[in-house]
């Protein structure tokens, strides 16, 4: 992936020899980034002194703090000159290092509102369907779209089907893939309970150790105690 | 394969029914294989007469077959025979499920028909007479409904006549084993192991032809007394022409009196699994398309070789057409309806079109309800984020690296691995892992092996089911010991039975589905 640069490669007289080692290490990985702890493991610098040198180098903005998503905790740092790329922030479904959730189970939510109005619906009759809506203020690419109704098949609230060019797909090119609503429920509503699932012993998490003389029996469990409590 | 828990849950079945005695050799006899009897007396350290009894009680109640294994010395030192009892696992599950059968045949037939099953279902197996002396002893019902209601169940194939007693089953020879597994290792065959169990059954079946043959003493019909389409009743002379059938007119003895007849699981079982693919359908599609299915299923059923057919014998349009208007609810459906509603039926592909003719993928059917059951386990106990991982990987049958998982589901990528792992430890997905180069941390692959969850799915269905007989049984128990309590509290109790009688039935249709469907 190609690194976003703002502007050249510059650096300051007023760096000292150590900053300058620092700070080509973290130019070095340019929008990936690079933590604290790394940045020891690549020079034999003490941490002190590293950490010394980082808070130079933001003060001077030769660098700046960027949110990774695969380790919140630690700091990361980048040469200012870059943009972080999707691979730490996330992509267009994270919010400062965090998945914006409530975004997500909105279009979620819209995604699946057009595929129940168009009742058979291609990736492309939903991007636009959405777009003429307006009621996203963001534009989403067709990507973007895939990935949210994708999530929507993995939630069992649409299913993928293949055109077969006749009846409700008659529009549709034949083997093209396209989406409907799975089932008879509504939106959010939960996929019927199996039977496993319907008893105490279904979602257990002691079922591998319970025996019928042991600590955990059906004779003694709580959880047949609360289910049968009338 | 039978589960430790499957197991344990037949052992309870037995006990409850048998009594400790008969259980402990049944056991035996599921824990160590078949064995003869002098190996049951060993291992159970039971009285060879007590052994006895008890394999003639598992046997009259169909849940023992003897079979005698044609060992052939490797050294062509001549064939060594001996008797061997093998327990049928498959069969003594279906015993919690004989009220099961008894509805259906209610619904299906009448009154005498149910009494008779009832008497079939009691003793394991009779002969006619033993059938009349019942129904005259416990009814009162004259020999001619008995038999007017055996002609019923015997056409409708829900009973049968029993098994050979010691059948003999010959060991592959090397020869043979090489030349199939030849063919699978080309893709010529699906490799589809038989076990032990099926072997013997199969060898002990009577032929398809005698199965369900009913020798009269009446005189010939007009045609010959030949329906071949369902009745199964001939006259003494046809009946000599069958080679399968020894002459019993030479002993003295009829038919009545020494053919023993059973109740014929497998069809229970056909029905059941046919009402299980309607209701599937039902949740998914209206009621017309609900209607041309069933009428499939019905003009099909009879030519279903096996239980767990995978596909129905194709059927024309016009021939659905025929079935769909013969019911009452079907009379008003259009011949353009009912070719909608297969349409409709294609998606999901529950019904393949080809040729022109039509037939219902029953193994895509019984898949998709297995994997919405394990499904809703894992979302109950996971949650829904699980959920969707879980759905991710057993939809794409392959291998995926953990941030692919976050990426695909919408989950945060730290929170990602720990829902796996629990999935993992609990035996719900399977780990691997790929080193790339020495510094970097392996990646963690994951995946669904559904044959593998499918056994151990099964298992905690038996352990549950196990567990909760133990619980219906230790109700029962306070509920004597309580017997003065006020009524409130009488009334709680029985919701309390209901509602665990009504969670075992349903639990079973869900061990059906994983097991004999």
Request: hydrophobic share 35%; net charge neutral; aromatic share 6%.
């Amino acid at each position: 992936m190609n690194a976003k640069r703002k502007r050249p490669d510059t650096i300051s007289d007023s760096v000292t020899e150590q900053e300058r080692i620092v700070h080509e290490v973290i130019q070095s990985k340019q929008d990936m980034g690079i933590s604290q702890q790394d940045i020891k493991r690549e020079i034999n610098l003490h941490s002190n002194l590293i950490a010394k040198c980082i808070k130079s180098l933001v003060s001077k903005n030769l660098i700046k703090e960027v949110k990774n998503i695969h380790s919140r905790r630690q700091k990361h740092y980048m040469s200012a000159e870059f943009e972080p790329s999707n691979e730490i922030t996330g992509g267009a479904w994270y919010v400062e290092g965090s998945l914006d959730k409530e975004y997500i189970n909105v279009l979620k939510e819209q995604c699946w509102r057009k595929i129940y109005g168009l009742k058979v619906a291609t990736l492309e009759g939903i991007a636009d369907a959405i777009k003429r809506s307006n009621v996203s203020q963001i534009e989403l690419s067709k990507q973007q779209v895939e990935e949210i109704v994708k999530a929507l098949v993995l939630d069992n609230e649409v299913m993928e089907v293949r055109s077969t060019g006749t009846g409700e797909f008659a529009s549709i090119p034949v083997g093209k893939a396209c989406y409907k609503c799975a089932g008879k429920r509504g939106y959010g509503g939960e996929p019927k309970l199996g039977a496993l699932a319907s008893i105490p012993c279904g979602v257990c998490p002691q079922i591998s150790r319970c025996t019928p003389d042991g600590m955990i029996s059906p004779i003694t469990c709580e959880y047949y105690k609360k289910w049968l409590e009338f | 394969m039978v589960t430790q828990y499957g197991i344990k849950y037949a052992v309870n079945l037995i006990t409850a029914h048998f009594g400790d005695l008969v259980a402990k050799v049944c056991e035996c006899l599921l824990r160590r294989g078949p064995l003869t009897l002098q190996a049951i007396v060993r291992s159970t350290e039971l009285t060879s007469s007590q052994v006895k009894n008890s394999l003639l009680v598992l046997i009259q109640h169909n849940c023992v077959q003897a079979f005698i294994l044609d060992q052939t010395g490797e050294h062509g030192d001549g064939a060594k025979q001996s008797t061997q009892y093998i327990a049928l696992f498959d069969n003594i599950i279906q015993r919690w499920r004989f009220p099961k059968f008894l509805t259906m045949v209610s619904k299906k037939l009448d009154k005498q028909c149910v009494e008779l099953l009832e008497g079939l279902l009691q003793h394991g197996r009779l002969t006619l007479k033993q059938m009349f002396d019942r129904a005259r002893s416990g009814q009162n019902e004259g020999d001619d409904v008995v038999q007017e209601a055996f002609v019923k169940l015997l056409n409708a194939h829900f009973i049968e006549r029993c098994p050979a007693s010691e059948p003999v089953l010959t060991n592959p020879t090397k020869e043979e084993e090489a030349a199939r597994k030849r063919a699978a290792k080309s893709g010529k065959i699906l490799e589809v192991q038989e076990t032990l169990e099926q072997r013997v059954v199969e060898a002990a079946m009577p032929t398809e032809a005698l199965r369900f043959l009913f020798a009269t003493e009446t005189e010939p019909t007009a045609d010959g007394g030949k329906d071949k389409s369902n009745s199964s009743s001939v006259t003494l002379g046809e009946k000599r022409k069958h080679d399968a059938i020894e002459s019993k007119a030479e002993s003295g003895a009829t038919d009545e009196q020494v053919v023993l007849w059973r109740a014929n699981i497998d069809e229970f079982i056909r029905h059941l699994r046919h009402k299980a693919c309607i209701e599937n359908v039902r949740a998914r599609f209206d009621d017309g398309a609900v209607i041309v299915f069933g009428a499939m299923l019905e003009a099909t059923r009879s030519a279903e070789k096996k239980v767990k057919t995978e596909n129905s014998v194709p059927l024309s349009l016009s021939s659905i057409y025929e079935e769909v208007i013969k019911s009452e609810e079907g009379r008003n459906i259009t011949f353009d309806r009912v070719r909608a509603s297969l349409v409709q039926l294609s998606c999901p592909p529950f019904v393949k079109a080809a040729n022109e003719s039509y037939s219902v993928d029953f193994k895509k059917i019984i898949e998709l309800a297995q994997h919405e059951e394990v499904e809703s386990i894992v979302l109950k106990r996971y949650g829904r984020d699980a959920y969707r991982m879980f759905r991710l990987l057993s939809n794409s049958g392959h291998l995926l690296e953990t941030d692919k998982v976050a990426d695909a589901t919408f989950v945060e990528k730290k929170e990602t691995p720990i829902i796996l792992y629990k999935l993992w430890k609990d035996d719900y997905l399977q780990l691997e892992k790929l080193q790339i180069g020495v510094k970097q941390t392996p990646f963690q692959l994951w995946k669904v092996n559904k044959s593998t969850l499918k056994v151990h799915v099964l298992d905690e269905m038996f352990h549950a089911a196990f567990n909760l007989s133990q619980r219906v049984a230790f109700e029962l128990e306070q509920e004597k010991e309580l017997s003065n309590v006020l009524q409130d509290k009488r009334v709680n109790r029985l919701r309390k039975r209901l509602l665990l009688e009504s969670s075992q039935m349903k639990l079973d249709d869900a061990i059906m589905l994983f097991h004999d469907f």
